[in-house]
């Protein structure tokens, strides 16, 4: 049972438009969320986090939406730029550990 | 930011080998480190949390006898992949957490023949 999922496996954005990242999640006590990015060959690195006590964080170009009644997170990037082309993971962990139930990645490709 | 380093990134072995693999935080300690496997187009899946000067604790339906963890020191992590099969060909990673994020290392693909 996938506790955390990424329906898109691939996106494509134009340089400098929004790029829309989506992850929707079914556990309901998860209250701690992040986002990571995976290049090839690369472990992934931390990019943004948020718990649930906020709908939304932002750092530069990124900020993440936090929808706990539907169980629905997002990543927006703006504008997105051809070096954010990786593969973007969402994340979920109850608060007090650090164990995290993974997405399955959506890859984003941003065109110049 | 913290570096984590893992060694091999590469392996390749005969069915019946057992490989061990690295995971080093290089520039903090580490008390606690995560090991993770991702099977082609899966999500990385949590397979044991490592312990310094104690035991690890394994996930539902992970071996702890086919998949030997050692935390013998505040900056190592070793995870042995006792008597591969090719079913064990994936990709793992390992993790730790410093200063509340979650520094991953480069992973080690395995590839048991």
């Known amino acids: 049972d996938q506790q955390v999922k990424q329906n898109s496996p691939s996106l494509s954005v134009q340089e400098g438009r929004i790029s829309i990242l989506n992850c929707d999640y079914t556990?309901?006590?998860?209250?701690?969320f992040l986002w990571y990015k995976k290049y090839p060959a690369e472990g992934p690195t931390f990019l943004i986090s948020?718990?649930?006590?906020?709908d939304k964080n932002e750092d530069g170009r990124f900020t993440v939406f936090l929808n706990k009644s539907a169980k629905h997170l997002s990543l927006h990037i703006v504008p997105s730029q051809p070096g954010d082309s990786a593969v973007y993971f969402c994340?979920?962990?109850?608060?007090?550990?650090?164990?995290?139930?993974f997405g399955t990645g959506t890859r984003l490709k941003v065109l110049a | 930011g913290a570096v984590v380093s893992q060694h091999p990134s590469w392996v390749i072995c005969k069915s019946g080998t057992s490989v061990k693999i690295e995971c080093r935080s290089l520039?903090?300690?580490?008390?606690?480190m995560f090991w993770y496997r991702q099977f082609p187009k899966q999500s990385l899946m949590l397979m044991a949390t490592?312990?310094?000067?104690?035991?690890?604790?394994?996930e539902q339906g992970v071996e702890k006898d086919k998949f030997l963890i050692n935390h013998a020191s505040l900056t190592l992590s070793t995870l042995t992949v006792t008597s591969a099969h090719p079913e064990d060909s994936s990709f793992y990673i390992c993790t730790s957490q410093h200063q509340e994020t979650q520094y991953f290392g480069p992973g080690t693909r395995l590839l048991v023949l």
């Open positions: 490592s312990n310094e000067g104690s035991k690890a604790t394994y």
């Open positions: 948020i718990s649930s006590i906020k």
């Open positions: 520039d903090f300690q580490a008390t606690t």
């Open positions: 556990n309901s006590m998860f209250d701690y």
């Open positions: 994340a979920a962990s109850f608060s007090g550990t650090y164990k995290y139930i």
